[in-house]
Nanobody, 120 residues
Framework: QVQLQESGGGLVQPGGSLRLSCAASGSIFSINDMAWYRQAPGKQRELVAI???????HYAESVKGRFTISRDNAKNTVYLEMNSLKPEDTAIYYCNAAINSRYQGLIYPWGQGTQVTVSS
């Protein structure tokens, strides 16, 4: 069984920084794209950033220049460095990945989510 486990959320003041991590584990053959989504109260889940298996990143306009997505393929881990945080970045952040599982084929599991709160 393949699982994604996020960590690194918390409470931070406006203008502050946080780093999220998401590690994939289980029967993994390979991982294609890895991504971060977020969902604020009363809003739909939205894509924040995505990175290909070759390291090419893409960002939502709202986070460009402030967030950086990266990955460590040897560790099956994706990171999200968040700087200059704003109150509107407050949300639950979810990790998602396109994983070639040894026994289930291509699957798109989600992590359990980690809360990020930006408030003074």
């Amino acid at each position: 069984q393949v699982q994604l486990q996020e960590s690194g959320g918390g409470l931070v003041q406006p203008g502050g920084s946080l780093r999220l991590s998401c590690a994939a584990s289980g029967s993994i053959f390979s991982i294609n794209d890895m991504a971060w989504y977020r969902q604020a109260p009363g809003k739909q889940r939205e894509l924040v950033a995505i990175i290909s298996n070759t390291g090419a990143p893409h960002y939502a306009e709202s986070v460009k220049g402030r967030f950086t997505i990266s990955r460590d393929n040897a560790k099956n881990t994706v990171y999200l460095e968040m700087n200059s945080l704003k109150p509107e970045d407050t949300a639950i952040y979810y990790c998602n990945a396109a994983i070639n599982s040894r026994y289930q084929g291509l699957i798109y599991p989600w992590g359990q989510g980690t809360q990020v709160t930006v408030s003074s």
